[in-house]
């Protein structure tokens, strides 16, 4: 059995590669693919085949595809211009014949609407029209994505966003990454879509205690409006269209569309996902 991960030049990408070789899949059978292979060079060093993988050049995925039997699609990472590239990574799945195929979609993708949405539900929709079997592994946010956050908080005592008392059930990257290496590795799953999560859907006001004991400092949680963003953003060299993309995020998840948390990838993990306090600490600057 082949394992293809794509875009494993990445964040999640390498924990991908990572997770499977914890996995027990041996390094052989571990295809690590990168728009800029030698970002995985390091792979190659540990008996792991890496290749070129452009989702906008067709030519490169099909090559990366031989001989492989699974794939981990993981998105890409320009909204609004990754539907195309997708696309040309499901045609040359379904002509490889791959008997599974993992995709890394948005939280609540084709049950909410919001801006970052429309591109994975697209997506979702192209890979069950292709009859490729397939997991859909929806995720929440990651702890890393608060990484700015918590080094303005290091610095001034404070943590700001529009969200109101909106939760928000992330985990950390690793987290993802073993769930998306189990769906792709395990029998049962092909046909479902899981929304996975942290375990506890915090508010800010629980980010701002969580960075207080990370940080050793008091970090209080102050509200913006939508307006007041808007206006930060735009003082600080943010172009129109990426203000009301940020606004309109912070507004989805005003209205709920992270604060699912049902347990379903600690349930699959067999573990509890990272507390938010830990990935607190290790975003530490």
């Known amino acids: 059995m082949k ?4 875009a494993a030049g990445g964040n999640l990408g390498r924990l991908a590669v990572e997770a499977l070789v914890a996995s027990g899949i041996a390094p052989s059978d571990i ?33 990366a595809l031989q001989g492989v039997d699974r794939v981990l699609l993981i998105s890409g990472s320009v909204p609004g211009a990754r539907v195309a590239g997708h696309e040309n990574v499901v045609r040359a799945a379904h002509a490889a014949g791959v008997d599974r195929l993992v995709y890394t979609s948005a939280p609540q993708a084709t049950t909410f ?38 080094a303005r908080a290091a610095e001034t005592g404070v943590v700001a966003s529009s969200v109101g008392g ?18 792709l590795v395990e029998d049962g799953h092909v046909g479902q879509v899981y929304e996975f999560s942290g375990d506890v859907a915090w508010t800010f006001d629980d980010f701002a205690a969580a960075a207080s004991e990370a940080l050793g400092r008091e970090v209080v949680y102050e509200r913006l409006t939508s307006e007041q963003l808007a206006a930060g953003l735009a003082a600080a060299g943010l172009d129109e269209g990426t203000v009301g993309f940020v606004v309109g995020l912070d507004q989805a998840i005003a209205a709920g569309v992270l604060s699912q948390a049902d347990g379903v990838l600690s349930n699959l993990l067999g573990r509890p996902t990272t507390p938010l306090v830990d990935g607190v600490r290790a975003l530490r600057v």
């Open 113 to 150: 609407d919001y801006a970052l949405g429309a591109d994975h539900r697209a997506t979702e929709e192209m890979i069950a029209a292709s009859g490729i079997p397939a997991v859909i592994v929806r995720n929440n946010w990651y702890h890393e994505n608060y990484a700015a956050d918590v």
């Open 3 to 6: 394992y293809l991960v794509t």
């Open 166 to 183: 909106a939760r928000v059930a992330s985990a950390s990257r690793a987290d993802y990454a073993a769930g998306a290496v189990a769906v």
């Open 31 to 63: 295809v690590a693919g990168a728009r800029s292979p030698e970002k995985v060079a390091d792979f190659a060093e540990r008996g792991i085949s890496t290749v070129e993988i452009d989702y906008d050049r067709p030519a490169t995925i099909a090559t």
